[in-house]
Protein backbone atom coordinates (compact mmCIF):
# COMPACT_ATOMS: atom_id res chain seq x y z
CA UNK A 1 0.00 0.00 0.00
CA UNK A 2 1.19 3.47 -1.17
CA UNK A 3 1.61 6.53 1.45
CA UNK A 4 0.89 9.69 -0.17
CA UNK A 5 1.44 13.53 1.19
CA UNK A 6 -1.52 15.72 0.73
CA UNK A 7 -2.62 19.45 1.08
CA UNK A 8 -5.97 20.44 1.22
CA UNK A 9 -8.91 22.23 2.26
CA UNK A 10 -11.28 21.90 5.15
CA UNK A 11 -13.51 24.31 4.93
CA UNK A 12 -13.96 27.35 3.15
CA UNK A 13 -10.37 28.92 5.23
CA UNK A 14 -8.84 26.29 6.81
CA UNK A 15 -5.94 24.14 5.07
CA UNK A 16 -4.67 20.96 6.31
CA UNK A 17 -1.90 18.57 5.39
CA UNK A 18 -0.65 15.18 6.66
CA UNK A 19 -0.07 11.18 4.83
CA UNK A 20 -2.96 8.68 3.81
CA UNK A 21 -2.29 5.17 3.07
CA UNK A 22 -4.23 4.00 0.07
CA UNK A 23 -3.96 1.73 -2.98
CA UNK A 24 -3.38 4.00 -5.59
CA UNK A 25 -3.95 7.84 -6.76
CA UNK A 26 -7.88 7.43 -7.15
CA UNK A 27 -8.01 5.38 -3.75
CA UNK A 28 -6.47 8.03 -1.36
CA UNK A 29 -8.64 10.77 -3.71
CA UNK A 30 -11.73 9.21 -3.04
CA UNK A 31 -10.89 8.95 1.13
CA UNK A 32 -9.89 12.26 1.19
CA UNK A 33 -13.42 13.16 -0.14
CA UNK A 34 -15.20 10.86 2.11
CA UNK A 35 -12.92 12.79 4.34
CA UNK A 36 -14.81 16.17 3.75
CA UNK A 37 -11.34 17.58 2.20
CA UNK A 38 -10.51 19.25 -0.97
CA UNK A 39 -7.45 18.19 -2.57
CA UNK A 40 -4.67 20.62 -3.54
CA UNK A 41 -1.79 18.34 -3.99
CA UNK A 42 -1.42 14.61 -3.63
CA UNK A 43 1.88 13.35 -4.10
CA UNK A 44 3.63 9.84 -3.23
CA UNK A 45 5.45 9.94 -0.43
CA UNK A 46 8.78 8.05 -1.74
CA UNK A 47 6.58 4.74 -1.41
CA UNK A 48 8.66 3.25 -3.66
CA UNK A 49 11.88 3.73 -1.75
CA UNK A 50 9.91 2.93 1.48
CA UNK A 51 9.07 -0.60 0.24
CA UNK A 52 12.38 -1.35 -1.24
CA UNK A 53 14.06 -0.47 1.94
CA UNK A 54 10.92 -2.39 4.26
CA UNK A 55 10.67 -5.15 1.89
CA UNK A 56 13.74 -5.61 0.51
CA UNK A 57 15.23 -8.72 2.99
CA UNK A 58 11.62 -10.34 1.51
CA UNK A 59 12.16 -9.66 -2.47
CA UNK A 60 15.16 -12.41 -4.11
CA UNK A 61 16.68 -10.75 -7.15
CA UNK A 62 14.94 -13.79 -8.65
CA UNK A 63 11.97 -11.88 -8.59
CA UNK A 64 13.15 -8.72 -10.40
CA UNK A 65 14.64 -11.35 -12.88
CA UNK A 66 11.27 -12.91 -13.33
CA UNK A 67 9.51 -9.30 -13.27
CA UNK A 68 12.15 -8.15 -16.13
CA UNK A 69 11.75 -10.98 -18.50
CA UNK A 70 7.54 -10.91 -17.73
CA UNK A 71 7.97 -7.26 -18.28
CA UNK A 72 9.62 -7.71 -21.76
CA UNK A 73 7.85 -10.80 -23.06
CA UNK A 74 4.38 -8.66 -22.26
CA UNK A 75 5.60 -5.13 -24.15
CA UNK A 76 7.07 -7.17 -26.96
CA UNK A 77 3.82 -8.81 -27.44
CA UNK A 78 2.04 -5.34 -27.83
CA UNK A 79 0.47 -5.53 -24.57
CA UNK A 80 0.58 -1.45 -22.70
CA UNK A 81 2.30 -0.90 -19.73
CA UNK A 82 -0.09 -0.67 -17.20
CA UNK A 83 -1.88 -3.84 -18.49
CA UNK A 84 1.25 -5.51 -18.49
CA UNK A 85 2.28 -4.03 -14.93
CA UNK A 86 -1.41 -5.36 -13.58
CA UNK A 87 -0.99 -8.62 -15.27
CA UNK A 88 2.28 -9.84 -13.45
CA UNK A 89 1.11 -8.49 -10.21
CA UNK A 90 -1.90 -10.47 -10.60
CA UNK A 91 0.19 -13.61 -11.21
CA UNK A 92 3.17 -13.00 -8.70
CA UNK A 93 3.08 -15.09 -5.32
CA UNK A 94 5.22 -13.08 -3.11
CA UNK A 95 2.84 -10.25 -1.30
CA UNK A 96 5.41 -8.17 -0.83
CA UNK A 97 6.82 -7.89 -4.21
CA UNK A 98 2.69 -7.38 -5.84
CA UNK A 99 2.67 -3.81 -3.21
CA UNK A 100 6.16 -3.07 -4.59
CA UNK A 101 4.65 -3.40 -8.72
CA UNK A 102 0.97 -2.22 -7.53
CA UNK A 103 3.49 1.00 -6.35
CA UNK A 104 4.79 1.50 -9.98
CA UNK A 105 1.69 0.93 -11.21
CA UNK A 106 0.09 3.99 -9.23
CA UNK A 107 3.81 6.07 -9.75
CA UNK A 108 2.83 5.49 -14.13
CA UNK A 109 -0.65 5.71 -13.44
CA UNK A 110 0.12 9.94 -11.99
CA UNK A 111 2.72 10.90 -14.87
CA UNK A 112 5.83 8.88 -14.21
CA UNK A 113 8.01 7.29 -16.34
CA UNK A 114 9.03 3.60 -15.50
CA UNK A 115 12.34 4.91 -15.17
CA UNK A 116 11.88 7.44 -12.93
CA UNK A 117 9.79 5.19 -10.86
CA UNK A 118 12.58 2.31 -10.58
CA UNK A 119 14.80 4.56 -9.53
CA UNK A 120 13.28 5.81 -6.44
CA UNK A 121 14.03 2.11 -4.86
CA UNK A 122 17.74 1.50 -5.54
CA UNK A 123 18.02 -1.37 -2.89
CA UNK A 124 15.58 -3.23 -5.77
CA UNK A 125 16.60 -1.78 -8.95
CA UNK A 126 20.34 -0.70 -8.98
CA UNK A 127 21.57 2.54 -11.32
CA UNK A 128 22.74 0.13 -14.38
CA UNK A 129 18.95 -1.60 -14.71
CA UNK A 130 17.32 2.06 -13.73
CA UNK A 131 19.99 3.56 -16.82
CA UNK A 132 19.05 0.95 -18.87
CA UNK A 133 15.66 0.87 -18.39
CA UNK A 134 15.84 5.26 -19.59
CA UNK A 135 17.69 3.75 -22.58
CA UNK A 136 14.92 1.80 -23.59
CA UNK A 137 12.38 4.38 -23.01
CA UNK A 138 14.51 7.26 -24.52
CA UNK A 139 15.33 5.00 -28.49
CA UNK A 140 11.73 3.45 -28.17
CA UNK A 141 13.14 -0.04 -28.03
CA UNK A 142 12.42 -0.53 -24.08
CA UNK A 143 11.39 -4.20 -24.50
CA UNK A 144 14.41 -5.36 -26.09
CA UNK A 145 15.99 -3.32 -23.27
CA UNK A 146 14.04 -5.11 -20.54
CA UNK A 147 15.29 -8.72 -22.74
CA UNK A 148 18.99 -7.92 -22.36
CA UNK A 149 18.73 -6.73 -19.23
CA UNK A 150 16.73 -10.05 -18.10
CA UNK A 151 19.77 -12.61 -19.70
CA UNK A 152 22.56 -10.18 -18.48
CA UNK A 153 20.91 -11.03 -14.98
CA UNK A 154 20.10 -14.68 -15.72
CA UNK A 155 23.68 -15.10 -16.73
CA UNK A 156 25.20 -13.24 -13.71
CA UNK A 157 22.79 -15.19 -11.33
CA UNK A 158 24.17 -18.56 -13.01
CA UNK A 159 27.58 -17.32 -12.51
CA UNK A 160 27.59 -16.40 -9.03
CA UNK A 161 25.96 -20.20 -8.66
CA UNK A 162 28.15 -21.67 -9.82
CA UNK A 163 31.33 -19.86 -8.01
CA UNK A 164 29.54 -20.66 -4.76
CA UNK A 165 29.49 -23.90 -5.61
CA UNK A 166 32.66 -24.30 -6.46
CA UNK A 167 34.27 -22.35 -3.55
CA UNK A 168 31.48 -23.93 -0.68
CA UNK A 169 32.90 -27.92 -0.88
CA UNK A 170 36.25 -26.93 -0.60
CA UNK A 171 35.67 -24.10 2.03
CA UNK A 172 33.31 -26.73 3.95
CA UNK A 173 36.05 -29.42 3.79
CA UNK A 174 38.45 -27.30 5.22
CA UNK A 175 36.13 -26.02 8.03
CA UNK A 176 35.87 -28.93 9.29
CA UNK A 177 39.30 -30.01 9.23
CA UNK A 178 40.05 -27.04 10.85
CA UNK A 179 37.64 -28.23 13.61
CA UNK A 180 38.57 -31.54 14.32
CA UNK A 181 42.20 -30.74 14.70
CA UNK A 182 41.52 -27.97 16.87
CA UNK A 183 39.60 -31.12 18.69
CA UNK A 184 41.59 -33.57 19.22
CA UNK A 185 44.58 -31.11 19.79
CA UNK A 186 42.30 -29.23 22.42
CA UNK A 187 40.26 -32.14 24.49
CA UNK A 188 40.99 -35.39 23.19
CA UNK A 189 45.01 -35.43 23.07
CA UNK A 190 45.48 -34.21 26.77
CA UNK A 191 43.52 -37.10 28.31
CA UNK A 192 46.13 -39.66 26.81
CA UNK A 193 49.49 -38.07 27.37
CA UNK A 194 49.98 -39.33 30.68
CA UNK A 195 50.60 -42.72 29.67
CA UNK A 196 53.64 -41.79 28.58
CA UNK A 197 54.76 -39.94 32.07
CA UNK A 198 56.35 -42.88 33.11
CA UNK A 199 58.45 -43.38 30.28
CA UNK A 200 62.24 -43.20 31.21
CA UNK A 201 63.29 -42.85 27.56
CA UNK A 202 63.49 -39.93 25.26
CA UNK A 203 59.96 -39.41 23.41
CA UNK A 204 60.59 -39.31 19.68
CA UNK A 205 60.74 -35.85 18.45
CA UNK A 206 57.80 -35.81 16.70
CA UNK A 207 55.96 -36.76 19.60
CA UNK A 208 57.10 -33.69 21.76
CA UNK A 209 55.80 -31.63 19.27
CA UNK A 210 52.57 -32.62 19.27
CA UNK A 211 52.54 -33.12 22.76
CA UNK A 212 53.40 -29.53 23.32
CA UNK A 213 51.12 -27.92 20.52
CA UNK A 214 48.20 -29.75 22.35
CA UNK A 215 49.34 -27.97 25.71
CA UNK A 216 49.20 -24.70 24.07
CA UNK A 217 45.99 -25.57 23.04
CA UNK A 218 44.71 -27.27 26.28
CA UNK A 219 45.87 -24.33 28.59
CA UNK A 220 44.71 -21.00 26.32
CA UNK A 221 42.45 -22.25 23.61
CA UNK A 222 39.72 -19.92 25.39
CA UNK A 223 42.65 -17.25 24.52
CA UNK A 224 43.24 -18.28 20.95
CA UNK A 225 39.48 -18.24 19.91
CA UNK A 226 39.57 -14.77 21.85
CA UNK A 227 42.99 -14.01 19.72
CA UNK A 228 41.50 -15.47 16.01
CA UNK A 229 38.22 -13.57 16.58
CA UNK A 230 39.67 -10.17 17.38
CA UNK A 231 42.35 -10.72 14.39
CA UNK A 232 39.51 -11.68 12.33
CA UNK A 233 37.59 -8.34 13.13
CA UNK A 234 40.40 -6.55 12.99
CA UNK A 235 41.49 -7.86 9.49
CA UNK A 236 37.71 -7.60 8.38
CA UNK A 237 38.26 -3.61 9.66
CA UNK A 238 41.37 -2.90 8.26
CA UNK A 239 39.31 -4.39 4.57
CA UNK A 240 36.35 -1.41 4.92
CA UNK A 241 38.99 1.50 4.53
CA UNK A 242 40.11 2.00 0.99
CA UNK A 243 43.44 1.43 1.39
CA UNK A 244 43.22 -2.03 3.46
CA UNK A 245 40.79 -3.07 0.84
CA UNK A 246 43.12 -2.38 -1.99
CA UNK A 247 45.90 -3.87 -0.71
CA UNK A 248 44.04 -7.17 -0.10
CA UNK A 249 42.58 -7.34 -3.07
CA UNK A 250 45.95 -6.40 -4.92
CA UNK A 251 47.02 -9.43 -2.51
CA UNK A 252 44.49 -11.73 -4.07
CA UNK A 253 45.04 -10.96 -7.77
CA UNK A 254 49.02 -11.92 -7.03
CA UNK A 255 47.43 -15.45 -5.95
CA UNK A 256 48.63 -18.42 -8.00
CA UNK A 257 45.38 -19.89 -8.40
CA UNK A 258 42.64 -17.55 -6.66
CA UNK A 259 43.77 -14.70 -8.53
CA UNK A 260 43.26 -15.73 -11.54
CA UNK A 261 40.03 -17.12 -10.62
CA UNK A 262 38.60 -13.54 -9.43
CA UNK A 263 40.02 -11.99 -12.34
CA UNK A 264 38.27 -14.07 -14.65
CA UNK A 265 35.36 -13.68 -12.56
CA UNK A 266 35.28 -9.86 -12.57
CA UNK A 267 36.13 -9.50 -16.57
CA UNK A 268 33.13 -11.82 -17.09
CA UNK A 269 30.83 -9.59 -15.43
CA UNK A 270 32.38 -6.23 -16.54
CA UNK A 271 32.80 -7.33 -20.24
CA UNK A 272 28.92 -8.11 -20.43
CA UNK A 273 28.22 -4.96 -18.50
CA UNK A 274 30.02 -2.63 -20.69
CA UNK A 275 28.28 -3.99 -23.99
CA UNK A 276 25.19 -4.40 -22.80
CA UNK A 277 25.21 -0.57 -22.09
CA UNK A 278 26.76 0.35 -25.09
CA UNK A 279 24.76 -1.88 -26.84
CA UNK A 280 22.19 0.62 -25.23
CA UNK A 281 23.40 3.75 -26.20
CA UNK A 282 24.81 4.57 -23.31
CA UNK A 283 27.73 6.95 -23.39
CA UNK A 284 31.46 5.72 -22.98
CA UNK A 285 31.85 7.95 -19.82
CA UNK A 286 28.78 6.84 -17.91
CA UNK A 287 28.57 3.08 -19.14
CA UNK A 288 32.27 2.94 -17.80
CA UNK A 289 31.59 4.50 -14.76
CA UNK A 290 28.21 1.95 -14.38
CA UNK A 291 30.44 -1.03 -14.90
CA UNK A 292 32.77 -0.45 -12.73
CA UNK A 293 30.74 -0.54 -10.20
CA UNK A 294 30.32 -4.54 -10.89
CA UNK A 295 33.52 -5.26 -10.33
CA UNK A 296 34.38 -7.39 -6.64
CA UNK A 297 37.98 -6.11 -6.75
CA UNK A 298 38.52 -2.65 -5.67
CA UNK A 299 42.20 -2.92 -7.58
CA UNK A 300 40.45 -3.41 -10.39
CA UNK A 301 37.68 -1.12 -9.89
CA UNK A 302 39.87 1.85 -9.65
CA UNK A 303 41.73 1.12 -12.60
CA UNK A 304 38.62 1.08 -14.61
CA UNK A 305 37.12 4.30 -13.00
CA UNK A 306 40.71 5.69 -13.70
CA UNK A 307 40.54 4.92 -17.02
CA UNK A 308 37.26 6.65 -16.89
CA UNK A 309 38.39 10.01 -15.88
CA UNK A 310 41.84 10.06 -17.66
CA UNK A 311 41.35 9.03 -20.66
CA UNK A 312 37.67 8.87 -22.20
CA UNK A 313 37.15 12.57 -21.18
CA UNK A 314 40.23 13.49 -22.83
CA UNK A 315 39.41 12.12 -25.85
CA UNK A 316 42.05 9.35 -25.67
CA UNK A 317 40.74 5.38 -27.00
CA UNK A 318 39.61 3.14 -24.71
CA UNK A 319 42.00 0.74 -25.37
CA UNK A 320 44.76 3.05 -24.58
CA UNK A 321 43.53 4.00 -21.58
CA UNK A 322 43.72 0.31 -19.95
CA UNK A 323 46.51 -0.25 -22.27
CA UNK A 324 48.29 1.89 -19.24
CA UNK A 325 47.22 -0.03 -16.15
CA UNK A 326 49.01 -3.13 -15.57
CA UNK A 327 45.90 -4.90 -13.83
CA UNK A 328 44.19 -4.98 -16.72
CA UNK A 329 45.14 -8.18 -19.30
CA UNK A 330 46.78 -7.36 -22.73
CA UNK A 331 44.31 -9.39 -24.36
CA UNK A 332 41.15 -7.31 -23.38
CA UNK A 333 43.34 -4.15 -24.36
CA UNK A 334 44.15 -5.73 -27.78
CA UNK A 335 39.94 -6.91 -27.80
CA UNK A 336 38.92 -3.24 -27.27
CA UNK A 337 41.58 -1.89 -29.65
CA UNK A 338 40.05 -4.18 -32.39
CA UNK A 339 36.82 -3.42 -31.05
CA UNK A 340 37.09 0.55 -31.69
CA UNK A 341 39.02 0.16 -34.65
CA UNK A 342 35.83 -1.73 -35.91
CA UNK A 343 33.38 0.64 -34.77
CA UNK A 344 31.77 -2.59 -32.75
CA UNK A 345 33.14 -2.58 -29.46
CA UNK A 346 30.24 -3.75 -27.88
CA UNK A 347 30.46 -6.88 -30.08
CA UNK A 348 34.39 -7.03 -29.22
CA UNK A 349 33.53 -7.20 -25.25
CA UNK A 350 30.88 -9.86 -25.63
CA UNK A 351 33.58 -11.72 -27.28
CA UNK A 352 36.35 -11.03 -24.65
CA UNK A 353 33.69 -12.43 -22.13
CA UNK A 354 32.97 -15.85 -23.99
CA UNK A 355 36.57 -15.64 -23.84
CA UNK A 356 37.01 -15.05 -19.91
CA UNK A 357 33.84 -17.50 -19.36
CA UNK A 358 35.61 -20.22 -20.62
CA UNK A 359 38.83 -19.55 -18.48
CA UNK A 360 36.79 -19.24 -15.86
CA UNK A 361 35.08 -22.66 -16.34
CA UNK A 362 38.34 -23.69 -16.56
CA UNK A 363 39.65 -22.69 -13.33
CA UNK A 364 36.13 -24.33 -11.87
CA UNK A 365 37.26 -27.54 -13.34
CA UNK A 366 40.67 -27.29 -11.74
CA UNK A 367 38.96 -26.13 -8.33
CA UNK A 368 37.10 -29.28 -8.41
CA UNK A 369 39.42 -31.74 -9.60
CA UNK A 370 42.67 -30.60 -7.99
CA UNK A 371 41.94 -28.51 -4.87
CA UNK A 372 39.08 -30.81 -2.96
CA UNK A 373 41.26 -33.96 -2.96
CA UNK A 374 44.49 -31.27 -2.56
CA UNK A 375 42.62 -30.19 0.49
CA UNK A 376 41.18 -33.79 1.67
CA UNK A 377 44.43 -35.05 1.92
CA UNK A 378 46.30 -32.02 3.99
CA UNK A 379 43.47 -32.47 6.45
CA UNK A 380 44.03 -36.36 6.62
CA UNK A 381 48.16 -35.73 6.57
CA UNK A 382 47.37 -33.33 9.64
CA UNK A 383 45.38 -36.04 11.41
CA UNK A 384 47.72 -38.86 10.53
CA UNK A 385 50.90 -37.11 11.85
CA UNK A 386 49.09 -36.41 15.00
CA UNK A 387 48.48 -40.40 15.37
CA UNK A 388 51.50 -41.22 13.83
CA UNK A 389 53.12 -38.90 16.77
CA UNK A 390 51.25 -40.56 19.50
CA UNK A 391 51.68 -44.14 18.29
CA UNK A 392 55.56 -43.89 18.11
CA UNK A 393 56.92 -44.18 21.22
CA UNK A 394 54.50 -47.51 21.90
CA UNK A 395 56.06 -48.91 18.73
CA UNK A 396 59.52 -47.79 20.24
CA UNK A 397 58.40 -49.78 23.59
CA UNK A 398 57.52 -53.24 21.62
CA UNK A 399 60.48 -52.84 19.85
CA UNK A 400 62.24 -53.02 22.64
CA UNK A 401 60.83 -55.77 24.79
CA UNK A 402 62.04 -57.77 21.43
Known amino acids: MAVFIYKAKKGPDETVDGRIEADSRVVALARLDALGLSPISLDMDGSLDHLGRVRRGRIPARDITVFTRQLAGLLR????????????????????????????????????????????????????????????????????????????????????????????????????????????????????????????????????????????????????????????????????????????????LRLPVAGRFALDTDLVRFCRTLALLLAGGVPIERALALSAKTLVNRRLQEAVSQVGEDAVRRG???????????????????????????GRLDESLQEAAAFYQRELERDLRLMTTLLEPALILLVGAVVGFIIFAMLLPIFQIGQGLH
Open 316 to 342: ASLADGFRRRPEIPLFLTNMMAVGEEA
Open 77 to 252: AGVPILRALTTIQQQSSNPAFKAVVDTIVSAIRDGSTLSETLGRSPHLFSELYVNMVRAGESVGVLDEMLLRLAEAREREDELRGRVLAAIAYPALVLGIGAASVFVILTFFLPRIVHLFDGMHTVLPLPTRVVMAVSGVFANWWGWLLAGGAAAGWGIYRLARTRHGRLAFDAFV
